[in-house]
């Protein structure tokens, strides 16, 4: 038997306990309040509760005037997420940053190398795994050429977005990306990602994009985007058109092999 | 090739049969799943909006209750952040799509931080929640007595795990989402959400046991 076997505390006593709360105990003003701006349109960002009494609000403010450029400079510091790094180089031959040249042998000269939003082509043959701690894995495959997305701030701008000009960028998202979005750029258009496991494909004929889990959302513009549920994948034609079908098993077969090989790069260790 | 072992390992080709019969009857007869209703709230529709407001607003504030701790004012907030996002991506929605699942994770994240910047201000102690209040305005027998009285320490300890573990939690016990459903909100391998809320469970026993007399 397990220790919990003798615990008063049984699991359904928990859940009961859980439950026992009621599921709508809401203030009625609250509720039909918001329920009309909702309808209405009109809802706003909550007014954040807590704020300082009265009293002391002008002491705070002069404060807060005096402090400001300090506090700025440090919450962008503090509040910056983590840098991007290099977890796994295959292949041989020379990287491209921007203006600068590494061999994938060099490791410390990649991860030294990495610039946000310059431009990297992967030799052909070879393949890049980079990596936001906990946020965002992506794999440029051989050949690729995509710039590098700025690093993420933990609390504003947590957003992502990197442009791919062609090859092919699979893409696994990690527990601290939820709430967050990606977006990528290609000759075609647009792809929004909000919490998936992905792949993009540029060549001369279009964008293909691969879903395994999650949804993107796809489309010329931020305008005329479509969801792409698992197990689909849309292409965007040269042409401007579209076309939607499953995935094929050569893509599929490569995002599980990305995800078995790197997936406990973006997921952290329970141990 | 990619030897079976790695397959097995690696993702659904199809949908998990439900762990439970909750989320089985769940998806039949929620009217966030409807597809009629959410398209007339991609169109802002103001009927189809008044009936996803009135059906999704006990499952968003249910959430919000649990996941901050029972603190009512915070429990607004992620509420009214929920309903603004839903709003301002509504043309973005996909009708053939439950909303419950996304209305989930947002509350979740929001919830998140909302804790988080609680964490700055002084806390109010747990008892001051509406559960104490409406248990305290509502004449009771003993057995609801002590019923609330539960909640109100599942919520203490519920309120000292991490964000994630609570989230985890409510979603299992609160909402009945079973594991791959929470590990696909919460972008966590089915593994970890396992026993993160094994562990979340654990926790709290703890907590509980160490407060009885």
């Known amino acids: 038997m397990s220790d919990h076997d003798h615990s008063p505390w049984s699991d359904e006593r928990l859940a009961r306990g859980l439950r026992e709360r009621g599921s709508d105990h809401a203030r009625e003003a609250f509720r039909e309040g918001l329920k009309k701006d909702f309808v209405q349109g009109t809802i706003e960002e909550p007014d954040r509760h807590g704020s300082v009494a009265p009293g002391r609000r002008r002491v705070a403010i002069r404060w807060a005037a005096a402090l400001v450029p300090l506090a700025a400079a440090l919450l962008v510091y503090l509040g910056l997420g983590p840098a991007l790094r290099v977890v796994s180089v295959e292949g041989e031959g020379t990287l491209r940053i921007g203006t600068t040249q590494v061999e994938l042998s060099d490791r410390a000269g990649l991860q030294r190398a990495l610039e946000a939003e310059s431009l990297i082509e992967v030799p052909e043959g070879s393949r890049l795994g980079l990596l936001f701690e906990d946020i965002l894995l992506f794999e440029a495959t051989s050949g690729t050429r995509m710039t590098l997305p700025p690093t993420p701030h933990r609390w504003w701008q947590r957003d992502l977005a990197f442009e791919i000009q062609s090859g092919e960028v699979l893409i696994e998202t990690g527990p601290e990306f939820a709430g967050r979005e990606l977006r990528v750029r290609t000759p075609e258009g647009l792809i929004v990602v909000t919490g998936t496991l992905l792949s993009i494909e540029r060549s001369a004929g279009g964008t293909c994009v691969c879903v395994i889990e999650g949804v993107a959302q796809v489309g010329r513009d931020a305008k005329s985007l479509h969801p792409v549920p698992p197990g689909q994948r849309r292409v965007m034609l040269v042409d401007g058109s579209a076309k939607v079908s499953e995935i094929v098993p050569p893509h599929r077969d490569a995002l599980r092999d990305f995800h078995d090989r790197l997936h406990h790069r973006i997921t952290p260790s329970d141990g | ?213």
């Open chain 2, 1 to 213: 090739m990619i030897p079976d072992s790695a397959r097995t390992r690696g993702l659904p080709d199809r949908e998990p049969v439900p762990e439970n019969h909750l989320e089985r009857d769940r998806v039949a007869d929620d009217p966030l799943s409807d597809a009629s209703l959410l398209a007339g709230v991609r169109n802002r529709d103001a009927a189809a909006l008044e009936r996803f407001f009135d059906a999704a607003f006990p499952h968003v504030h249910g959430l919000a209750i649990r996941l901050t701790g029972g603190r009512r004012e915070a429990a607004e907030d992620v509420t009214q952040e929920v309903f603004l996002k839903v709003y301002r991506v509504a043309d973005r929605l996909d009708p053939a799509r439950p909303a419950r699942p996304w209305l989930t994770t947002i509350a979740c994240n929001a919830a998140r931080d909302a804790t988080r910047r609680a964490k700055t201000r002084p806390e109010r102690p747990v008892d001051s929640t509406f559960v104490a209040e409406a248990s305290a305005s509502t004449p009771a027998p003993s057995a609801r007595e002590e019923s609330s009285e539960d909640a109100l320490r599942v919520q203490a300890a519920l309120d000292r795990l991490t964000e994630t573990e609570r989230c985890i939690v409510v979603l299992h016990d609160y909402e009945g989402l079973p594991h791959s459903e929470i590990a696909r909100t919460l972008a966590l391998s089915h593994a970890a959400v396992r026993k993160r809320y094994s562990r979340a469970l654990d926790r709290m026993r703890q907590h509980l046991e160490g407060d009885l007399p």
